[in-house]
C-alpha cells in the first residue's frame, strides 16, 4: 500500500513538473513574441517618424518681367506657362555666385524641390500683380537636403562616403545661419499623390485607391458571403452531394494563395469582360473572390452558434423560416458575422499580390476620384518605394506603413463598437 501511494505520488510529482514546464515554454513563447513585436513597432516608428517633417527652404524671388517674359496684363494662358524656373535660378545664383562648372551649378538648381517652380506660378496667377515686386517664398527642399537636415547623413564621413558634396555642406550652413531652412509638418505626406520626387510624394492616392477598393470589396462580398452562410445553414438540404462539393470547395478556398485570385481576375474580370486595369473596381472584384471564404465560413459559424431554442420559439409563435432567419437569426449572430467581415476586409486591405496582377503596381501621380479611375492601394505604395534608390523614400516607406497600421487599428475599433452594439446574451 505504501509503494502504491508512493508511485502515485511520484506520477503526480512527474505530471506537475511536466505542467510546469508547458506553462513555462508557453509563457516564454508569449514573451518572445512580444519583444519580437515591439522591436518591430519600435523599428518602424523609429524610421518613419521623421518622414512626418519636411525641409524648407526660403527664397527671396525677384519676379522681373523680362526674365519671365510676361507682364500683368498678359492672358491667364500665358502667364501659365511662363518659365518661372528662370527666377528661381537667379535667386539662387545671387544667394551662390561662386558655384563653379556644370556640376556645382546642377546641384545648386536642385536646392529646392521641382515643385518651387509650380508655387511660384499659382501666386502670381493668384495675384498678376506681385509681377515687377521681389517676393519671399518657402519651398520645398530637395530630398538630399531634407536627408540631411534630419542627421541621415554624417558630414564627418569622407566626401566619397556621402550624397552630399563639400560646397553643398558650405551652401547649407549658410542657409541656416539666415534661417533660410526650416522643419515644418509635412502636409505633402497627406495631400499629394505618389511621385518620383521623393519630397513630391504623397499617400492621399494611396489611401484613396485603398477606400474606394474597400468600399467595392464590402458592398459586394459582404451580402454574398452572410446570403451564402444563411442558405447553407438553414435551407440547404442535408447530405446532399452538391452541398456537399460547395462547402468542400469553400474550405479549400480559404487556403489558396492569394496571387492564385489575381491570375483569376486577370483572365475572367480584365481578359474575358474587359474592366480596364488598375481600377478600384477590378480590385475590388478580386478582393471580394479572396474574402469570400473567410467571411462565409466565419458567418456560418455564428449563425450555428444561435440557440435552436429561440430558432424554435419563433416557429412556434408563427414565424416563417425567413422572418425566423432575418428577425431573430441574423441579429443574434452579427457580432461574430461582423468579425469575420473585419477579419477578411483586413486581410484584403494588406493584400499585395493579387493586385499586382491586375496592373495596381503602376505608377499614378493623380489622386482618383472614383471606382474607375486609375488608382493604387497602400500596400502596393508601400512595395513601389521599398524598391526606390532614393534614401527618403525608406523613411516614407515606413511612414506608409505606420499609416496603414492606423486603417487597420481603426477597423478593429469600428468592429469592437459594431460588437458592442449588436451583441445579445442569452
Do not use: C
Not at 558655384?99 to 556645382?104: E, F, V
Not at 552630399?164 to 499623390?193: C, H, M, P, S
Not at 474580370?269 to 480596364?276: A, K, N, V
Request: proline share 5%; charged share 20%.
Amino acid at each position: 500500500m505504501k509503494e502504491t501511494t508512493q508511485i502515485i505520488k511520484a506520477g503526480l510529482k512527474k505530471r506537475y513538473a511536466r505542467e510546469k514546464r508547458f506553462r513555462f515554454f508557453g509563457l516564454m513563447s508569449i514573451i518572445i513574441s512580444f519583444i519580437f513585436l515591439i522591436v518591430l513597432l519600435v523599428t518602424i516608428f523609429s524610421k518613419g517618424w521623421p518622414a512626418f517633417q519636411q525641409t524648407y527652404i526660403k527664397l527671396d524671388i525677384e519676379l522681373d518681367e523680362a526674365t519671365l517674359g510676361i507682364n500683368k496684363f498678359s492672358e491667364e494662358d500665358v502667364l501659365f506657362s511662363a518659365s518661372y524656373q528662370k527666377v528661381i535660378k537667379n535667386s539662387l545664383k545671387q544667394m551662390f555666385p561662386k558655384a563653379k562648372g556644370r556640376k556645382q551649378k546642377r546641384a545648386r538648381n536642385n536646392l529646392v524641390s521641382k515643385s518651387a517652380q509650380y508655387a511660384v506660378r499659382d501666386k502670381v496667377l493668384a495675384d498678376p500683380r506681385l509681377l515687377g515686386t521681389k517676393q519671399s517664398f518657402w519651398f520645398l527642399a530637395k530630398d538630399d537636403i531634407d536627408v540631411f537636415m534630419k542627421g541621415n547623413i554624417d558630414r564627418s564621413l569622407p566626401e566619397s562616403d556621402r550624397r552630399i558634396k563639400d560646397y553643398q555642406l558650405i551652401w547649407i550652413d549658410k542657409l541656416i545661419a539666415e534661417g533660410r531652412l526650416e522643419r515644418r509638418f509635412n502636409t505633402v505626406l497627406f495631400t499629394a499623390g505618389d511621385s518620383r520626387e521623393p519630397e513630391q510624394a504623397g499617400v492621399k492616392g494611396a489611401i484613396m485607391g485603398s477606400i474606394f477598393t474597400m468600399l467595392v470589396t464590402l458592398s459586394l462580398s459582404f451580402p454574398i458571403a452572410v446570403a451564402a452562410a444563411a442558405y447553407l445553414e438553414e435551407f440547404a438540404p442535408q447530405n446532399n452531394r452538391w452541398v456537399d462539393f460547395i462547402e468542400i470547395n469553400i474550405n479549400n478556398l480559404a487556403a489558396v494563395p492569394s496571387i492564385v485570385f489575381g491570375l483569376l481576375g486577370l483572365a475572367v474580370y480584365i481578359g474575358f469582360f474587359g474592366i480596364p486595369r488598375s481600377t478600384p473596381l477590378i480590385g475590388g472584384l478580386v478582393l471580394t473572390l479572396m474574402t469570400l471564404p473567410t467571411i462565409i465560413i466565419a458567418s456560418r459559424a455564428a449563425i450555428k452558434s444561435v440557440p435552436p431554442s429561440i430558432k424554435q420559439a419563433a416557429v412556434g409563435l408563427g414565424a416563417s423560416r425567413m422572418q425566423t432567419l432575418f428577425h431573430h437569426t441574423l441579429p443574434l449572430a452579427m457580432p461574430g458575422i461582423l468579425t469575420g467581415t473585419i477579419i477578411g476586409m483586413a486581410q484584403a486591405l494588406g493584400e499585395t499580390a493579387p493586385l499586382l496582377m491586375i496592373g495596381m503596381v503602376a505608377f499614378v501621380a493623380e489622386v482618383p476620384g472614383g471606382i474607375m479611375d486609375p488608382a493604387t492601394v497602400m500596400p502596393v505604395q508601400i512595395y513601389l518605394w521599398s524598391d526606390s534608390p532614393e534614401r527618403a523614400f525608406s523613411e516614407r516607406t515606413s511612414a506608409a506603413i505606420m499609416i496603414l497600421l492606423g486603417f487597420l487599428v481603426m477597423m478593429n475599433i469600428i468592429a469592437i463598437m459594431l460588437r458592442k452594439k449588436f451583441e445579445h446574451r442569452w
